[in-house]
Antibody
Framework: EVQLVESGGGLARPGRSLRLSCAASGFIFDDYALHWVRQGPGKGLEWVSGINWKSDKIVYADSVRGRFTISRDNAKNSLYLQMSNLKPEDTALYYC???????????????WGRGALVTVSS | SYVLTQPPSVSVAPGKTATITCGGSNIESKSVHWYQQRPGQAPVVVISNDNDRPSGIPERFSGSNSGNTATLTISRVEAGDEADYFCHVWDTDSGHQSVFGTGTKVTVL
């Protein structure tokens, strides 16, 4: 069974940093691209970033480019999101999601974690 | 940036058909995916690549894509279909961004 489990969420002050992790199991990790998708309180889904299987193709939403860094460790079956210079509008539930293939700029998200809550507030 | 527009809400009686639209410029040139999100749960894909149903999704769910509008159709609606629905595409024409629609709340009367 495919499982994606996010961790690392919490409360952060504006301008500070936070690192999210996503532990994967139940599939061959380096066969798939992975993504982060967030959902603000009472809002819709917003794609944040994606990374291909060998980390040589990375894409970001305009709203986070330059502040967030996505990475993965295939040896540890783990995905990460380093978030810097956090803003109140980054407050959201952050989902780890698996793409249906190894290409990052295509496809759909066929498995999702339960999310990690990030709150940015002074 | 590419924008996908959905109606905020759709109401439908049990047993009837719900139609959810997703408007975007020349959307027919893109592959459209649809997700169902029940309250407090993570999204689940119900239609991929315009009209493919993933394993486990009832045949009552179907999709189409033409011109500037993609459509998710739910036939013989059940109470369990009450959820938020989001369309999704990749905008590879400008900036290689993944884009979600604004979302539609389906209420079963």
């Amino acid at each position: 069974e495919v499982q994606l489990v996010e961790s690392g969420g919490g409360l952060a002050r504006p301008g500070r940093s936070l690192r999210l992790s996503c532990a994967a199991s139940g599939f061959i990790f380096d066969d798939y691209a992975l993504h982060w998708v967030r959902q603000g309180p009472g809002k819709g889904l917003e794609w944040v970033s994606g990374i291909n299987w060998k980390s040589d193709k990375i894409v970001y939403a305009d709203s986070v480019r330059g502040r967030f860094t996505i990475s993965r460790d295939n040896a540890k079956n783990s995905l990460y999101l380093q978030m810097s210079n956090l803003k109140p509008e980054d407050t959201a539930l952050y989902y780890c999601a698996r793409s249906d293939g190894f290409i990052v700029e295509a496809g759909f998200f066929d498995h999702w974690g339960r999310g990690a809550l990030v709150t940015v507030s002074s | 940036s590419y924008v996908l527009t959905q109606p905020p809400s759709v109401s439908v009686a049990p047993g009837k058909t719900a139609t959810i639209t997703c408007g975007g410029s020349n959307i027919e040139s893109k592959s459209v995916h649809w997700y169902q999100q029940r309250p407090g749960q993570a999204p689940v894909v119900v239609i991929s690549n315009d009209n493919d149903r993933p394993s486990g999704i009832p045949e009552r769910f179907s999709g189409s894509n033409s011109g500037n509008t993609a459509t998710l159709t739910i036939s013989r609606v059940e109470a369990g279909d009450e959820a938020d629905y989001f369309c999704h595409v990749w905008d590879t024409d400008s900036g290689h961004q993944s884009v979600f629609g604004t979302g539609t709340k389906v209420t079963v009367l």
